[in-house]
């Protein structure tokens, strides 16, 4: 599914989009926005989530795919789920779609990049960079490295000025789209209990045509369902959600709790 807000000309001074495990009950976002007005006083931020559950890759990489097709053109991602913080590990910079993002090198951006090509990629120098917050702090580097560099970009700084091109290697598909493909997982539960999988199937005609059904926690579910409305009261039921994604859903209640499931639970689809 290829999805895109109205495309009009970029911003005068281009959205920055925040997406992060850090919660709201820190000081840690606040002080990311503080970083970014402090470069770039007339930066538009729009929080995308902070509720990534903690330290959780997978599900951040969803709800950044799910989102950053309807942002404007220009928009600058900063994405921050990163466990390996103060490790060897890299921060990237890319622009895709028209658009930047800004990351740990760690699988969070790779959802996005198996849609899209990548036009430009860098890695981020933190070592006597005039971008970056001096000294970086070994454990924020959402405040020392992304913000900033964010910022900096937003005011016109140039993608390369902010690290040395690198290449990187192509990403392996993470959906499931028919019975050849593996890795079934859950990707994400909203805050209704509706357990969104990896299995792409856009269409619901084919997806009712294709799979028999989706266990999980050693459950069979079967049921289909077209709208959240029409579900039968106290079964669970799947749908194709607005992402185009397979959804286990309850009507009027939690198909997580029913269920029992959690975004670790292994799921196994059936195949008609």
Known sequence: MKRAAPRGKSQHAPLIALLTDFGQSDHYVGTMKGVIHSINPAAHIVDITHDVQPQHIRQGAYLLWASYRFFPVGTIFAAVVDPGVGTERRIIALTMNKQVFVAPDNGLLDLVRGDEKVEKAVEVSTQGSRYTVDPIS????????????????????????????????????????????????????DRFGNIITNIRIDEQRQAERMVNGVRIQRQLVDAWTRTFAAAKEGHPSLIVGSSGLLEIILKNSSAARALGASLDSPVEVVWR
């Open 138 to 189: 070994a454990t924020f580097h959402g405040r020392d490295v992304f913000a900033p560099i964010a910022a900096h970009l937003s005011n016109g700084v140039a993608l390369k000025r902010v690290g040395s091109r690198i290449d990187l290697k192509q990403v392996q598909n993470a959906f499931v789209r028919s019975r050849s493909d593996r890795g079934s997982c859950v990707l994400h539960i």
